[in-house]
Every structure is written in C-alpha cells, then in structure tokens.
C-alpha cells in the first residue's frame, strides 16, 4: 500500500481589494503633505510682505516725530491737508519723499529708474539666482501693490469734549496684497505726538 501525501501549496500577499485601500491611504496622505507645503510657501510669502509693510509704516511714523524735533514742521502742520496740515488724506502709492523730506505728503514723487527697478512707486532690488546683491542678475521687487496712510487725528482731554490742542494721535495703515491672496491685509501702527519734544 502506498500512501500519498497531498501537499496544498499556501502562497500569502496582497488581494487586488488590500492595494487599492493602500493606494488610497497614501494618496491622502500625499495629498495632505502638498497642502501643508503650499500653506508654508503662502506663509512665507505673507510674512516677507508683512515685514515690509512694518518697515513702511515704521519709516513713516519715525518721519513724522524726526520733523517735529527738528523743527522743520511746525505742530499745526501736523495734519492732514483737509485739516490744514501737510499730510494727504487716503490712501497713496509709495513714493518717494519730496522737496519737504516727508511721505504722504502733496509734493511726493516718483521713485527714478535704478538698475532692474523702472520709475515709479518704490522698488527693492533683490539678490538674483546667485544670491549676492550688486552684479548683473538682480531683480526687481516692486512694491506697487503697497500702500500707506497716515491719518492724524485730534485727541480728547478727560472731560471727554474739549479738544487737546498739545496732544494728537498719528494713524499709519499700510495695505498690501500677495499673490496666494488678492484681499488687502493691512499693517497698523499708532502712536501720540505732542506738541513737546
């Protein structure tokens, strides 16, 4: 008698069903690491506008208090122009400084062609691909969709009526829009100036 054995061959992997979950998952999960890429591409992009508009607004206001201490103002012109002062009213372009030294102001100009910057609102000029300043391949970083606004406003003594005519608040907003974003953002400082130095 001769016995035979039979052997069943087990081979394990993966059913068809198992490679498409798994091809899922990992999509997902690529699908969510581009995401997270693109916000911090759009982050950094937000934070570089955001420090320039802090400097703009920041150069404005140190502008402002410089005049006054040095006395090429006077407080009363400490305004804007529909106050009797010298500052405009709305929202401009950044231009550059006029014959009086100070921005947002009637006599502001533009801004003359420097190397990849053309005449015009305020351009940086910015490393290029090789990442020194100062040689052929810089490029030009317009700041033409920047703004700023300086608002002067009269500041109440504590009755809450009478008018503080040694005392007045500067408001300087500076608005800018990103490519990821066309809504404006807008950079805020504010500070009081007295007619003291």
Do not use: W
Not at 9 to 22: D, H, K, N, P, V
Not at 77 to 97: R, V
Not at 124 to 148: C, K
């Amino acid at each position: 008698m001769t016995q035979t054995r039979s052997h069943t061959s087990r081979q394990g992997g993966f059913t068809l069903i198992e490679t498409m979950i798994a091809i899922a998952i990992m999509s997902i999960g690529i699908v969510s690491l581009l995401a997270a890429f693109g916000t911090a591409v759009a982050a950094t992009q937000n934070a570089e506008a955001n420090l320039i508009a802090r400097q703009k607004a920041l150069q404005a206001m140190e502008s402002i208090y410089t005049a006054r201490n040095t006395q090429q103002i006077t407080f009363s012109q400490i305004a804007n122009i529909a106050g009797g002062g010298i500052f405009t009213t709305g929202a401009t372009k950044l231009l550059a400084a006029g014959p009086d030294g100070l921005v947002n102001t009637a006599d502001d100009v533009n801004f003359p062609a420097t190397g990849p910057c053309p005449a015009g609102p305020e351009c940086l000029v910015m490393p290029g691909p090789d990442g020194i300043l100062g040689n052929a391949d810089d490029t030009a970083m317009s700041l033409g969709n920047v703004t700023r606004q300086i608002q002067i406003n009269s500041v109440l003594e504590a009755d809450g009526v009478t008018i503080d005519p040694n005392l007045k608040q500067i408001v300087v907003n500076v608005s800018y829009t990103t490519g990821t974003s066309p809504v404006p953002h807008t950079y805020t400082i504010d500070a009081l100036i007295s007619a003291y130095r």
